[in-house]
């Protein structure tokens, strides 16, 4: 039973435009919620994260949304760029047990 | 900077072979992992350990075993592999602080028992 799901395995987008991943969980004991990025051949690197009390957090060309009541979240990158093309995977962080529980990815192609 | 080292990139063993991965990291952090991708699963936990000598099982522990004899190396045992073991693996470190879901992965190792 997976707690933490990216419904969308794929994603393509034209360079300049924006990208918008989503993610959805089922437990609401998680205290943060994260985004990590992985390159073929590398592992996976940490981008950005939000905590379970705020709504919204912003990192340059990188957003992520929070909607408790939903039980979702969402990353949008703004403007897409071609090195952005990578595998994205949400997760999700307890203090209790500091696991972090990761969805399925989504793999973003950026096209120039 | 920060690194995380596997001691293989690429593993074929047979079934029913004893597999040992091997995960050094040079960081100085407590808490090391061990996690398998599969497509459309994501990352799933294997065993972790927060000190030398301690572990907890993960998500996913059956079929594996883990060691920490030294805190900066982290070894995944698989006693007899299976074809089902087939799969990407793994592993991070991150350091004990009031708020530490930032890991840091090491390359990965993609294993093939036939």
């Known amino acids: 039973d997976q707690q933490v799901k990216q419904n969308s395995p794929s994603l393509s987008v034209q360079e300049g435009r924006i990208s918008i991943l989503n993610c959805d969980y089922t437990?609401?004991?998680?205290?943060?919620f994260l985004w990590y990025k992985k390159y073929p051949a590398e592992g996976p690197t940490f981008l950005i994260s939000?905590?379970?009390?705020?709504d919204k957090n912003e990192d340059g060309r990188f957003t992520v949304f929070l909607n408790k009541s939903a039980k979702h979240l969402s990353l949008h990158i703004v403007p897409s760029q071609p090195g952005d093309s990578a595998v994205y995977f949400c997760?999700?962080?307890?203090?209790?047990?500091?696991?972090?529980?990761f969805g399925g990815g989504t793999r973003v192609l950026v096209k120039p | 900077d920060v690194k995380v080292t596997q001691s293989s990139r690429y593993l074929v063993k047979r079934t029913g072979e004893k597999v040992f991965l091997e995960c050094v990291q040079d960081?100085?952090?407590?808490?090391m992992f061990w996690y398998r991708q599969d497509p459309g699963l994501g990352l799933r936990l294997i065993y972790f350990?927060?000190?030398?000598?301690?572990?907890e099982k993960g998500d996913i522990p059956e079929g594996y075993s883990v060691s920490r004899e030294k805190k900066e190396r982290f070894s995944l045992i698989l006693e007899s592999a299976s074809t089902n073991q087939t799969s990407m693996y793994l592993c991070?470190?991150?350091?004990?602080?009031?708020?530490?879901?930032?890991?840091?992965f090491g390359p990965g190792t993609r294993l093939t028992v036939t």
């Open positions: 997760a999700a962080w307890k203090a209790a047990g500091n696991k972090l529980t």
């Open positions: 960081m100085d952090h407590e808490n």
């Open positions: 350990s927060y000190d030398v000598k301690m572990k």
């Open positions: 939000i905590s379970s009390i705020k």
């Open positions: 437990n609401s004991m998680f205290d943060y």
């Open positions: 991070a470190s991150s350091e004990i602080r009031l708020v530490s879901y930032e890991q840091y």
